[in-house]
């Protein structure tokens, strides 16, 4: 078959923070994606252009980059298109689809860290496609490396995932990308290669390795759509990989849409990546990774073809979701009202408020467009959808952004997708990898007994931290971060991935305490602060607006306490030297939107609007919530 040897097409995967976005930015740099007055003004990690991909530290959307590699024998320049793709498994839909615009993958693994369950979930993506992989053992100069265990331990875990002789083959470069060094010698443990000064020997590791795309001569178009991006004044943007023939601008194609049926469409602009830009080109030949604009319906894993023999390319299938929460509009008293809960004061921001039932389920169906692993279902009640998706992250960072584009909303607590095998209900379950320092470890397994964790493996490489393998239903995980922090004092690192799914658990008793329940309306005051703060932890200011139903802290027991944070002191017009009393108020604590949904139990939901993330019960009414609960207590 003819094969185009100008253009290479490689995915980059690993495990959160194992320096994948680093490395993509010391290959631009050394490519030559930047002019000489340009690199003291690029950022560091710049393929992460999302706000909160930069708050967060990790990647959430993939994304294509192309670089343009001068081999220094001189030879024709090579198009080397790049995706970064996310490591976090809560976004595998993104890695699905990356790794369907690639001809092999470049599996990046922590010096010191190794492997870890996001690098298993990854790979076994990359291997299940038949992807050849080239090992990159990254951050070579971290005091704590370890390359030989490591390299071992990938070894392992290529056999444990039935990779064939060809893909266990794989060649080992040695990295340290912050640097922008590659070698193909080993390096000794905790230094930088010193045979090299830059990215070459990469670069040709990728150029022998990374099969060239093939193609047959005069077959009809067919292209892939793989992701969709939006221009302010193109519109829809489809981003695609021609597998077949050649797309031209203007040209007249046939779309196979998901349900089958076929349309003719004109093509208005075809673009094609070049470093961080998108420029006009005029065709797009096999193995080619492009944009199209002039479809306004179009979306992800549908197909354009010749309009004389249309032929579908296999829609992209990803895994099914594990996770759920409920998404409604906001019912509190303080809808519409800003972050002080006062109008007046907050009326220029709330002109844009979005708070209707329309406006929410608008803004969830524009994100199933882009978004393959979402899944947005109706309820009993109009105002109110349940949005299914990969994981507890990716759910939460969905909420993040719409409260950032101006929309009030009640978020449910997080529940678990089961499904029904065999007659019986089956739940998912995860596989959490844990790494703690030795003293803390009875802390964890205790705390994984009553999350029914089953632990798998441990191993202790000697260095005073022990890592240890558990699965556990996904329930038993929601919650878990807060509190596994608080025990390990912040020393400990947890990560999972889902493991399939098992027969249900059984009643699994997460958070051992109650809450404090506002009352009243009104406004906190620091007396009333004071002589709470022994019966739990707080969660809001003084001054801050409340309402009869809002979570204001922690009890300290285990059941429910209804408190009036809003008490005043009561003034008289006597006044002694010795009669104030002033005690110190403990800080609050302050809750994140992810901290919140965890916090919360079956009968409470998260108020989430563009400035205050509210805790409140589901049942704003102390009298109702007290019929309710004898209800239940007396059947």
């Known amino acids: 078959?003819?094969?185009?040897?100008?253009?290479?097409?490689?995915?980059?995967?690993?495990?959160?923070?194992?320096?994948?976005?680093?490395?993509?930015?010391?290959?631009?740099?050394?490519?030559?994606?930047?002019?000489?007055?340009?690199?003291e003004s690029v950022d560091d990690r710049v393929m992460d252009s999302n706000d909160l991909e930069r708050e967060k530290g990790i990647t959430i959307l993939a994304k294509n980059t192309a670089v343009k590699y001068h081999p220094k024998d001189g030879g024709t320049p090579i198009t080397i298109n790049i995706i970064d793709t996310p490591g976090h498994a809560d976004f595998g839909g993104e890695v699905e689809r990356g790794l369907s615009m690639v001809d092999a993958v470049v599996l990046l693994v922590d010096a010191s860290e190794g492997p870890l369950p996001q690098t298993r979930f990854v790979l076994r993506k990359a291997l299940?496609?038949?992807?050849?992989?080239?090992?990159?053992?990254?951050?070579?100069?971290?005091?704590?490396?370890?390359?030989?265990?490591?390299?071992?331990?990938?070894?392992?875990?290529?056999?444990?995932?039935?990779?064939?002789?060809?893909?266990?083959?794989?060649?080992?470069?040695?990295?340290?990308?912050?640097?922008?060094?590659?070698?193909?010698?080993?390096?000794?443990?905790?230094?930088?290669?010193?045979?090299?000064?830059?990215?070459?020997?990469?670069?040709?590791?990728?150029?022998?390795?990374?099969?060239?795309?093939?193609?047959e001569e005069d077959a009809p178009l067919q292209a892939h759509?793989?992701?969709?991006?939006?221009?302010?004044?193109?519109?829809?943007?489809?981003?695609?990989?021609?597998?077949?023939?050649?797309?031209r601008k203007g040209q007249t194609v046939a779309w196979i849409k998901r349900d089958g049926s076929v349309s003719n469409v004109r093509i208005t602009e075809l673009m094609m990546t070049e470093a961080l830009t998108r420029k006009p080109a005029e065709v797009a030949g096999p193995g080619d990774i492009c944009a199209v604009a002039g479809i306004p319906d179009i979306m992800i894993g549908e197909t354009l073809a010749d309009p004389e023999n249309p032929v579908a390319l296999p829609l992209i299938t990803v895994d099914e979701p594990?996770?759920?929460?409920?998404?409604?509009?906001?019912?509190?008293?303080?809808?519409?009202?800003g972050g002080t809960g006062k109008g007046a004061d907050a009326k220029s921001a709330v002109k844009d408020r979005k708070v209707t039932a329309r406006q929410v389920k608008d803004r969830l169906d524009r994100e199933l467009v882009g978004n393959v692993s979402l899944?947005?279902?109706?309820?009993?009640?109009?105002?109110?959808?349940?949005?299914?998706?990969?994981?507890?992250?990716?759910?939460?960072?969905?909420?993040?952004?719409?409260?950032?584009?101006?929309?009030?909303?009640?978020?449910?607590?997080?529940?678990?997708?089961?499904?029904?095998?065999?007659?019986?209900?089956?739940?998912?379950?995860?596989?959490?990898?844990?790494?703690?320092?030795?003293?803390?470890?009875?802390?964890?397994?205790?705390?994984m007994g009553t999350r029914k964790g089953r632990m798998d493996n441990m191993s202790n490489h000697g260095s005073g931290w022990v890592r240890m393998e558990f699965v556990v239903p996904s329930r038993g995980l929601i919650g878990f971060r807060t509190e596994f922090l608080t025990n390990t004092r912040g020393t400990g690192i947890a990560h999972s991935i889902h493991e399939g799914h098992e027969p249900w658990f059984g009643e699994l008793k997460t958070r051992n305490n109650g809450s404090l329940v506002a009352d009243r309306a009104g406004?906190?005051?620091?007396?009333?602060?004071?002589?709470?703060?022994?019966?739990?932890?707080?969660?809001?200011?003084?001054?801050?607006?409340?309402?009869?139903?809002?979570?204001?802290?922690?009890?300290?027991?285990?059941?429910?306490?209804?408190?009036?944070?809003?008490?005043?002191?009561?003034?008289?017009?006597?006044?002694?030297?010795?009669?104030?009393s002033f005690e110190a108020i403990v800080p609050p604590r302050k809750l994140s939107l992810e901290q919140s949904l965890e916090f919360c139990r079956d009968d409470e939901c998260v108020e989430v609007t563009p400035e205050a993330v509210r805790i409140r019960k589901v049942v704003l009414d102390q009298k109702e919530r007290g019929r309710s609960a004898s209800r239940a207590k007396h059947g």
Not at 152 to 176: H, K, M, R, S, W
Not at 226 to 247: K, P, S
Not at 406 to 430: A, C, L, S
């Open 322 to 337: 594990a996770i759920s929460m409920t998404i409604g509009t906001n019912t509190s008293p303080l809808v519409g009202r």
């Open 1 to 39: 078959m003819p094969t185009r040897h100008d253009i290479r097409n490689v995915a980059i995967v690993a495990h959160v923070d194992h320096g994948k976005t680093t490395i993509v930015d010391a290959m631009l740099k050394q490519a030559g994606a930047f002019a000489a007055h340009q690199l």
């Open 523 to 580: 406004a906190v005051t620091a007396f009333a602060m004071t002589n709470l703060q022994e019966r739990g932890v707080l969660f809001t200011d003084p001054g801050t607006e409340v309402y009869e139903g809002m979570i204001v802290g922690e009890n300290s027991r285990a059941d429910d306490m209804d408190v009036n944070i809003t008490k005043e002191k009561k003034l008289t017009n006597m006044r002694s030297s010795s009669a104030d």
């Open 128 to 215: 299940q496609q038949r992807k050849p992989v080239i090992l990159c053992i990254n951050k070579t100069d971290r005091p704590d490396s370890r390359i030989d265990e490591v390299v071992n331990e990938t070894y392992d875990l290529f056999l444990d995932l039935d990779a064939d002789e060809d893909q266990i083959e794989f060649p080992i470069v040695y990295a340290c990308g912050r640097d922008g060094i590659a070698s193909l010698t080993k390096p000794e443990d905790g230094t930088v290669p010193a045979d090299s000064e830059n990215l070459e020997p990469f670069f040709s590791t990728i150029l022998e390795h990374v099969p060239a795309p093939t193609f």
């Open 375 to 447: 899944r947005v279902l109706d309820t009993e009640r109009p105002d109110a959808w349940e949005v299914q998706g990969r994981g507890e992250l990716a759910l939460a960072i969905l909420v993040e952004q719409m409260r950032r584009e101006g929309f009030e909303m009640t978020i449910g607590k997080p529940q678990v997708v089961t499904k029904e095998v065999d007659g019986k209900v089956h739940e998912p379950v995860e596989r959490l990898t844990v790494d703690v320092p030795e003293e803390h470890m009875g802390a964890v397994t205790q705390l």
């Open 225 to 247: 759509v793989t992701n969709l991006d939006a221009d302010n004044f193109l519109g829809r943007i489809a981003l695609l990989r021609v597998e077949q023939g050649e797309l």
